[in-house]
Structure formats: C-alpha cells, structure tokens
C-alpha cells in the first residue's frame, strides 16, 4: 500500500538550514510526482513544492529563493531543503503523492521548531 | 497565483444535520479541485477529487460539486466523527493553492 513518511530535525537553529527526508513505498518515484506541504501551528495548510516523475521541480513563489527539493530513486526518498529558516518556519511539513495523484496520500508529518 | 476563498471559517452542526463548505477560486480551475479532511492531530485525508470524484473508501455523505470558480461539499447526515477542518485545494495551476479552511463542530 501506498505510505509516505517524514523524517528530520526537530529543532532549527534561526538562519540555518532545514533538511527533512520523506521515505515513500508502494508507489515509484519515477512514475509518481511528491509535495512537500507545511502547516503552521494552528494554521491551514501551504504547498511549498513538488519534484515531478521525471525529476523536474516547481516551487511555490514564496519560497523559491529558499528552498531546494530533490529524489533519490534508488532509495525511494524526496530530500527538501531549506535555508535562512526565521521563527515563522516553524510547522508541521508533510510530504504527499502528487500533485498529478492529487494528493490522494500524506506522511504522518513532522513537527519542526525554528528557535535558539 | 490562483486564491481560493472558502467559507464559512467555522460552522457548528447536530448530528443528522446537513451542512455545506464553500469554496470560490479567483479565475476558472475547470474541476480541479480537491477537497480533504484534517482531524485534531492528524494528517489531512483527501476526501474528494476533480470536485466530484470521492476517494477510495470515503462515506458517500460526502458529495462535491462544482465548476470553474465555484465549489461545495456538502456531509449530509452529520455524524460525531466529522469533527474536523475540511479544505479545499486547487490543482490546476501552480503554485497549488489551499483554501482557509472551514472548522466543523458538533453540538
């Protein structure tokens, strides 16, 4: 069956970089696209991006000049990345299949706290 | 980028009741549209998809609708185990965009 999980840090450091992995199974990487999405604690929820089958990517405007999504296929994983984190950073990000499987699964999510 | 704008922001309900969620995107997405269910604690679950479609294993008290820039789901028969947030989500143009979300709650 298809599942998605998100694993990282839990604690970012203002101004560092946030590196979340997002392990997928019952689906390829190579014929499915993933997103990334955050949610703000006791917000609504953000597409933050995705990287497509064949491992282009689209990001979402507010946050292209930070971040940097990225595969490996081998491993099934989607890497984000994300830079010059500040306090409004801090959310729960979810990794999900599509946008071209409309986002029809979702990860567990993890909670990340930008804070010194 | 594409707005969605949903209401109402909240909404409270009996169960049995009706109640419907609102959504109206800033320029035509044709039907897609997706909308999802986030229970406290939880992840969202996609509910519905291409605004009519329900996913897999869904009750069919859920029903969506719509086309071009207006959208509904509606939960007919209301049960305690709606309690949740419910958003709508446009996938037709990137960046992909969420509406406000819409908090049920039972009386």
């Known amino acids: 069956q298809v599942q998605l999980k998100e694993s990282g840090p839990g604690l970012v450091q203002p101004s560092q970089t946030l590196s979340l992995t997002c392990t997928v199974s019952?689906?390829?990487?190579?014929?499915?696209?993933v997103s990334w999405v955050r949610q703000p604690p006791g917000k609504g929820l953000e597409w933050m991006g995705a990287?497509?089958?064949?491992?282009?990517?689209d990001y979402n405007s507010a946050l292209k000049s930070r971040l940097s999504i990225s595969r490996d296929t081998s491993k099934s994983q989607v890497f984000l990345k994300m830079n010059s984190l500040q306090t409004e950073d801090t959310a729960i990000y979810f990794c999900?299949?599509?946008?071209?499987?409309?986002?029809?699964?979702w990860g567990q999510g993890v909670m990340v706290t930008v804070s010194s | 980028d594409t707005v969605m704008t949903q209401s109402p922001a909240s909404m409270s309900t009996s169960v049995g009741e009706r109640v419907t969620v609102n959504c109206k995107a800033s320029?035509?997405?044709?039907?897609?549209v997706a909308w999802f269910q986030q229970k406290p604690g939880q992840s969202p679950k996609r509910l519905i998809y291409?605004?009519?479609n329900r996913h897999t294993g869904v009750p069919d008290r859920f029903t969506g609708s719509g086309f071009g820039r207006d959208f509904t789901l509606t939960i007919s028969n209301v049960e305690a185990e709606d309690l949740a947030v419910y958003y709508c989500?446009?996938?037709?143009?990137?960046?992909?965009?969420f509406g406000s979300g819409t908090k049920l709650e039972i009386k």
């Open positions: 999900t299949r599509g946008p071209d499987w409309e986002l029809d699964y």
């Open positions: 019952g689906f390829s990487l190579t014929s499915n696209s």
């Open positions: 990287i497509w089958s064949g491992g282009s990517t």
């Open positions: 320029q035509s997405v044709g039907t897609v």
């Open positions: 291409l605004a009519t």
């Open positions: 989500l446009q996938y037709d143009s990137i960046p992909l965009t």
